[in-house]
């Protein structure tokens, strides 16, 4: 039931943009958790309205990528409540994005995330709201990872606790010089809640990821590319002499995956999110209709007629 349903939304996000766009939230979300969870969305955002500070901000480039911002630098961009809201917000903007290629995640001033705001942590320590809160953003970092658009969180100083587990909501890390991510649940009597834990196996492996939590270990740079965490290493810190600003460098990384036109982007972004989600057979059902929204579509028909070679 839930493939199906997770075919459909990688379906019905890739070619009929109009009828996505006009399906209700929660039928289009690809979210993990539903009212059939018991699951309230409504009731868990006004709770963490109540926590303010800080914001998520978006900016949607003419180039298709945007830039997702976490703004709270008094607090070295921890998630206030309201910014989970503003996640999921953002989130919903960008599955309406129809020109959408690309995303970058990045900090504000300097560095990346300090994970959630532990003022807010500290307010709903109870069981039943941290259920809630844990659910809230599962859902919205689900629905980040399977944006039809490739992602990359950029990394500088430090993405610690619920930071870290952000990062692994995109399809691509890079770090800039110095940075570090850090999974520093267990100091806090802890392990991931945002979905961190089930993302970090896929993409280190169980004995990395045991590693990574069990010893809340520093990743640098070095050591994430060692272990497949992380993707590229950025030269410098913002405005360093010599070195292009960190935002540029990432724009440059990602414009190899992103150069050409929209529709075949995303289907490119929703191929491989059908085969690392799904069973194989229905992965291949899915490939095959995906693949039925760029053949003869226009960008195919001018490759044909321009005689193109791949040398
Ligand atoms: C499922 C989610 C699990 C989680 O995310 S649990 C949260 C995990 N994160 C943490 O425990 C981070 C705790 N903070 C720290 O370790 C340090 O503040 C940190 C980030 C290494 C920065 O150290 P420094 O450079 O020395 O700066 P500092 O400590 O003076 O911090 C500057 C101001 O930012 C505040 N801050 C940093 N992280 C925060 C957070 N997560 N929640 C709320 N406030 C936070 C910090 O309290 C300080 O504020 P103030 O200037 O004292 O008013």
Same mark, same amino acid.
């Given at each position: 039931m839930v493939l199906f349903a997770l075919r459909q939304q990688v379906l019905r996000c890739s070619s009929h943009c109009r009828t996505w766009a006009r399906l209700p939230q929660r039928q289009r979300? /690809?979210?993990?958790?539903?009212s059939i969870h018991g699951f309230n969305q409504g009731e868990i955002k006004e709770k963490l309205q109540a926590f303010h500070g800080g914001s998520i901000d978006l900016l949607k480039q003419d180039s298709g990528i945007a830039v997702l911002t976490i703004n709270n630098p008094s607090r070295m961009n921890a998630f206030s409540g309201s910014m989970m809201v503003d996640l999921e917000e953002r989130v919903s903007q960008l599955e309406n994005w129809p020109e959408g290629k690309g995303l970058i995640v990045q900090g504000a001033a300097e560095t990346f995330c300090s994970g959630s705001d532990l003022n807010a942590v500290r307010a709903i320590s109870n069981q039943q709201d941290g259920m809630k809160m844990c659910m809230f953003m599962q859902n919205s970092l689900t629905r980040l990872l399977r944006l039809p658009l490739i992602s990359v969180a950029l990394v500088e100083g430090r993405a610690l606790g619920g930071g870290a587990e952000l990062t692994t909501a995109c399809d691509f890390r890079l770090m800039a010089a110095g940075s570090v991510i850090q999974f520093v649940h267990k100091h806090m009597g802890l392990v991931p809640g945002w979905g961190g834990a089930a993302r970090l196996v896929h993409l280190v492996g169980s004995q990395n990821a045991l590693k990574l939590l069990g010893g809340a270990v520093k990743v640098d740079p070095e050591l994430g590319v060692n272990i497949g965490l992380v993707d590229g290493v950025l030269e410098g810190?913002?405005?360093?002499? /010599?070195?292009?600003?960190l935002l540029q460098q990432a724009e440059n990384w990602l414009s190899r995956y992103t150069k050409g036109p929209a529709p075949v982007i995303q289907a490119v972004k929703k191929v491989v999110l059908s085969g690392r989600e799904l069973p194989l057979s229905e992965a291949l059902r899915t490939e095959k209709d995906i693949f039925g929204t760029v053949w003869g579509a226009p960008a195919n028909l001018e490759a044909l007629a321009s005689k193109s070679k791949h040398k």
């Open positions: 979300s /690809g979210c993990v958790y539903s810190h913002q405005n360093a002499e /010599g070195a292009a600003p």
